[in-house]
């Protein structure tokens, strides 16, 4: 049982760290192109 729970927890961790990678990945590239396309109106005004 106690290496159920142990396996349960590795698991559940390593979910919780892709998560969180892929969205910090997103909200960057998302971030960076908002900065690109500030950039571009400012240009094109």
Avoid: E, P
Avoid at 17 to 40: E, F, M, P
């Amino acid at each position: 049982m106690k290496m159920v729970s142990r396996i349960t927890a590795i698991g559940l961790a390593g979910v919780a760290i892709c998560y969180l990678g892929l969205s910090g990945y997103v909200w960057y590239h998302d971030n960076k192109r908002s900065k690109q396309a500030d950039v571009q109106a400012f240009c094109c005004q």
